[in-house]
């Protein structure tokens, strides 16, 4: 048996990869479940097409966690370094655990440039010689 979340995951992937009319996805989709049994997958599959978009549209936005207020040339700054696009949408959060620096999340990936990690890296550099 497929899960709901794949399921869910290639009804997005049609519509939103494919280029597929969303209404003759879900109709189709309905209908199939409905004709072979499986009308209880029908919730759990819209619950997960709603995680999965949300999934997408963070995955497309910058999510920029700080430990203090930045300037909007930092900001800039850390858009450039993690190649987003201008017209990408941009989160700005402060986090209190952060010493310094920064850490960004933009298309699935995380950019970790705080001053913890950096202390990290310079010891992890200075044992290893």
């Known amino acids: 048996m497929i899960s709901s979340k794949i399921i ?7 519509v939103e990869d494919e280029g597929v009319d969303p209404n003759k996805v879900a109709t189709t989709f309905i209908d199939f479940a409905n004709q072979n ?14 995680v999965e978009k ?4 963070t ?25 987003a696009p201008n ?3 941009v989160e700005i959060l402060i986090d209190e655990r952060l010493i310094g620096g920064f850490i960004a999340y933009y298309d ?3 950019y970790d440039a705080s001053l913890k990690n950096n202390v990290q890296k310079l010891k992890e ?3 290893s010689v």
């Open 8 to 14: 869910a995951r290639s009804l997005v992937r049609l």
């Open 37 to 50: 049994n499986l009308s209880y997958q029908l919730r759990p599959v819209l619950e997960n097409i709603l």
């Open 54 to 57: 949300n999934q997408r549209i």
């Open 59 to 83: 995955a497309k936005s910058l999510r920029i966690f700080l430990a203090e207020p930045a300037s909007a040339a930092s900001i800039k700054a850390i858009h450039q370094y993690v190649n």
């Open 87 to 89: 017209n990408v949408a």
């Open 108 to 110: 699935g990936k995380m």
């Open 125 to 127: 550099a200075a044992l």
